[in-house]
């Protein structure tokens, strides 16, 4: 039978039994108006009406009986005593069944409130709209009171709905609501009168209530306070309990609900953007939307600053100018989270230390920052950053929230990453077919610095005529730089690793916090170039990768970082190891054709530059002296005797005296100036930042030693003729006409020199 019909059901066979027993009382007195059958009728009829209406009902039963045997024949005071005893024993078993009927129906209705919420609360898609229709849901539940609801804020609680309205709008921590929000369990008080910190309700006569937390993720996220006129039974305690609990089950499933959709939609999207910067703008906008909040930014690190990768919800102009120049390190809370990991949750920004000024300054209260951790970093390359201007508590369910959704956008970034190294390596190979080598050197350390994590300077060491010389530097000076070649040697001692390993490519790193930079650097050159060109002592963490192509190191790539010790780590290595198979064969690549050049540009005989050499150096030359204002002079060289040497000692003989004549004048020659052997009997050459006046003395030294050459009774001899910059000319052509008509002039005259 329903447990709604229990009551009515139950009054109906009592008063049936009571009518019965009055009806046999009646029918014994006309049937055996002697005999005694009255008293047991009036008895059941009297303990009957005790058990049902209690005392006072029984007692008036009793009363009447005594009357009525009164009125039909004579009473004795046995059955006064007897009627009472019924109605003594009648009621205390009456009383027993009417608590546990009056339980029974407190149990039922608790049931029936467990079942409705079931039935209702799975076809509610959000946890707000969960809570706030608790109260209305509740209203008849809580005659003479209010159902409602409390969420968290900062130091208080305040009205998320009630029913009916109230005039509270805020609670503090030491309420009977805070209590149950800060302890986590169930608070009934049935005399409000007792609690010294229950606050009233304007127009309520509340005698008790009932707080019961509510939970998401096993965290408290808000209270649901009931007041009524009268206590509680304890079945409807009981009941409102298992109620919060179905509540808290159903903000659980709300809250994997919102995740696997938001996570999903997150999947889904990184399938279809390319670059990291379209997946960093995709990603701000689910998380604003879905988690309500107004703006934020996707910080990446580079070296020594922080530069926004994307960014929404952002207009003041403080913030975009923060946004366009970057975080410098040290700056900022996000880069608090790169160094230590962990996410930073805050409601109160405004007031943190360490926080950016222009945002503080725009009173800004809800911040999070989150490292997006990408395979093998040490540290977060990639910080999330979002927030809203009023203050809102951050739920555990967030917080788990935002850690899933960021290890899942790190694992897009992985895959964009991977593209863009490989775009990366195509964009080099195709440089190499349209670039100088001088400007691919530096474009490689570029390309390097900008895709191994941790990098903000390095310099590029490549192997020339036995010795690894600088070819591109950023954050150094190059030209310092020049001056320090290193030998293999002493790459391999900078290195460290041995000489397998280099051959391997195997990347090393080194940090200052367990290693003395400065001390390993001067393995490799000078204090005084190291300190200053090197800047070794700015450096924190060095990687130095060797670029082998079969069996022979090609050059050493060095990557620094001179603010963080720990910027390097497995995503940087395996980033420097994908680099360091396509570097490799640019680098020979380079070297093929930068030797081809040299052969087709070099004389094959003396090993001088050629004629083809001269012409580009001149051009080369003369535009420098054009653009910085500096002089310079140019020098053609006829031998004398060499037609005698050949005619009568043979070609070989000749040729001997080339080579000798060749070797002579580069013994000669002062660094910085160029010798080329023309053709034939000719040579000329290029003294760059030089007078002519010191120009003719350096030539005269050239005809010196080459009349010092005897071959038999032959001797050498040599007609010079001399152009300067800027007053013989002022392009190549007209420079290198003047020298020849010089030159011609000089042989006719019989004289060495013709300035």
């Excluded at 009957?48 to 009902?57: D, E, H, K, Q, V």
């Excluded at 306070?225 to 509540?247: W, Y």
């Excluded at 420097?576 to 030797?595: C, K, Y």
């Excluded at 005797?641 to 000749?654: E, I, R």
Aim: glycine share 8%; net charge negative.
């Amino acid at each position: 039978m329903n447990r709604a019909f229990s009551r009515p059901m139950s009054s109906l066979l009592y008063g049936s039994i009571t009518l019965c027993a009055f009806a046999c009382v009646l029918l014994s007195d006309f049937l055996y108006p002697n005999h005694s059958y009255k008293l047991p009728f009036l008895m059941i009829f009297t303990a009957t009406t005790a058990s049902i209406y209690g005392l006072t009902w029984g007692f008036s039963a009793a009363g009447a009986s005594a009357l009525l045997l009164a009125l039909m024949s004579r009473v004795q005071a046995m059955d006064g005593v007897l009627l009472l005893l019924s109605v003594v024993i009648a009621n205390g078993v009456g009383g027993s069944l009417r608590t546990a009927h009056r339980h029974a129906k407190a149990l039922a209705r608790s049931h029936q409130l467990i079942a409705e919420a079931l039935e209702v609360l799975p076809a509610l898609d959000s946890r707000h709209a969960l809570l706030a229709s608790l109260p209305k849901r509740l209203t008849d539940f809580v005659t003479g009171g209010h159902a409602s609801v409390w969420v968290s804020q900062e130091h208080s609680l305040r009205l998320l709905a009630s029913s009916p309205d109230i005039g509270i709008r805020e609670l503090s921590t030491q309420s009977v609501v805070g209590r149950a929000f800060r302890e986590g369990q169930p608070q009934y008080v049935p005399d409000v009168r007792q609690e010294p910190h229950f606050v009233a309700t304007p127009g309520l006569a509340t005698v008790a209530e009932l707080a019961l937390p509510l939970f998401e993720r096993g965290e408290v996220v808000a209270v649901f306070n009931l007041e009524k006129d009268r206590p509680f039974l304890p079945e409807e305690v009981d009941g409102f309990i298992r109620f919060a609990k179905a509540v808290s089950l159903q903000l659980d499933r709300l809250a994997d609900l919102e995740a696997r959709r938001l996570l999903s939609d997150l999947s889904v999207e990184l399938q279809k953007v390319s670059s990291l910067q379209e997946a960093a703008q995709m990603a701000l906008t689910l998380l604003s939307r879905g988690l309500s909040l107004e703006a934020g930014v996707v910080w990446e690190v580079r070296g020594a600053r922080m530069q926004a990768l994307a960014y929404t919800g952002v207009n003041e102009p403080s913030l975009l100018e923060v946004l366009r120049e970057g975080l410098p390190y040290g700056q900022g809370l996000a880069w608090d989270v790169y160094v230590s990991g962990n996410p930073f949750f805050t409601q109160r920004y405004a007031e943190e230390q360490g926080g950016v000024q222009a945002l503080q300054a725009l009173g800004w209260r809800t911040f999070v920052a989150h490292p997006v951790p990408t395979h093998g970093a040490q540290r977060s390359r990639y910080v999330l950053v979002i927030g809203t201007l009023h203050e809102r508590t951050w739920r555990k369910a967030e917080q788990e929230l935002l850690l899933l959704f960021c290890r899942t956008l790190g694992i897009g970034f992985d895959r964009l990453i991977e593209k863009n190294r490989h775009e990366c390596v195509g964009h080099l190979m195709q440089e190499l077919l349209e670039e100088p080598s001088e400007n691919l050197y530096h474009m490689m350390l570029v390309e390097a610095i900008e895709q191994v994590p941790g990098s903000e300077a390095g310099s590029l060491l490549v192997l020339d005529g036995g010795l690894y010389c600088y070819k591109a530097a950023v954050g150094y000076d190059l030209v310092g730089l020049h001056a320090a070649p290193s030998s293999p040697a002493d790459m391999l001692r900078w290195y460290g690793l041995g000489e397998e390993s280099a051959h391997l490519g195997m990347p090393r790193v080194i940090s200052s916090e367990t290693t003395v930079i400065p001390e390993y650097s001067y393995r490799t050159a000078s204090a005084d170039i190291m300190d200053t060109a090197g800047r070794v002592h700015e450096i924190q963490a060095n990687l130095c990768l060797p670029i082998a192509y079969r069996g022979e190191v090609l050059a050493y790539l060095n990557l620094d970082n001179l603010h963080d010790p720990q910027a390097f780590g497995e995503d940087s290595l395996r980033a420097a190891q994908f680099f360091a198979a396509p570097l490799a064969t640019l680098l020979h690549d380079i070297r093929t054709h930068r030797l081809l050049e040299e052969a087709a540009l070099t004389d094959a005989l003396t090993k001088l530059p050629n004629r083809r050499a001269f012409d580009k150096v001149l051009a080369e030359e003369l535009e420098r002296a054009v653009r910085y204002g500096y002089p310079l002079a140019l020098a053609v060289m006829d031998l004398k005797g060499f037609k005698a040497v050949n005619d009568s000692l043979g070609h070989a003989t000749g040729d001997r005296a080339l080579s000798q004549v060749a070797q002579l004048l580069e013994k000669e020659r002062r660094a910085g100036d160029h010798l080329f052997r023309w053709g034939g009997d000719e040579f000329a050459a290029i003294f760059p930042h030089t007078e002519k006046t010191e120009a003719i003395a350096v030539a005269t030294r050239y005809a010196q030693v080459v009349e010092s050459i005897r071959f038999d009774k032959h001797r050498l001899g040599v007609r010079i003729g001399l152009a300067a910059y800027p007053e013989d000319g002022l392009t190549p052509d007209r420079l290198l006409i003047t020298a020849d008509n010089r030159m011609y002039e000089a042989k006719a005259l019989g004289v060495s020199l013709k300035s």
